[in-house]
């Protein structure tokens, strides 16, 4: 068995009131580099959200602005830097997704 490829954790049965410990003995490299991917992609949407909502902040400050420069100013850079932050966003979900296709298929697909 190879301690690189098997991931275990034990578990407490409390529904039953039994106090014995079993181990579960299943998982790969794969597996864990699939959890990763799973959790990149729920943040990166989380993150998308937020950027979403900078914009609509954004477009709610230029709307009220009544021409005020400063106010005008303020809301173009929200603007600008959540659009920044969303192609950031776009590459780091590339990099990771090629990461993980790599190292799970061992090829750049």
């Known amino acids: 068995?190879?301690?690189?490829s098997r991931a275990s954790a034990g578990a407490i049965d409390f529904f039953n009131g039994a106090n014995t410990i079993t181990a579960k003995t299943s998982g790969t490299?794969?597996?864990i580099f699939t959890k990763i991917d799973s959790i990149?992609?729920?943040v990166i949407g989380l993150v998308g959200v937020i950027i979403f909502a900078?914009?609509?902040?954004?477009?709610?400050?230029?709307l009220t602005s009544q021409?005020?420069?400063a106010q005008t100013k303020k809301a173009q850079q929200i603007i600008l830097f959540a659009i920044i932050g969303a192609v950031i966003l776009g590459l780091a979900y590339?990099?990771?997704t090629l990461i993980v296709n790599f190292v799970n298929n061992g090829k750049l697909t």
């Open 1 to 4: 068995m190879n301690l690189i």
């Open 29 to 31: 490299v794969d597996d």
């Open 40 to 42: 990149v992609t729920v």
């Open 54 to 62: 900078y914009v609509i902040y954004g477009g709610f400050l230029y």
């Open 67 to 69: 021409g005020e420069p």
């Open 94 to 96: 590339a990099i990771s």
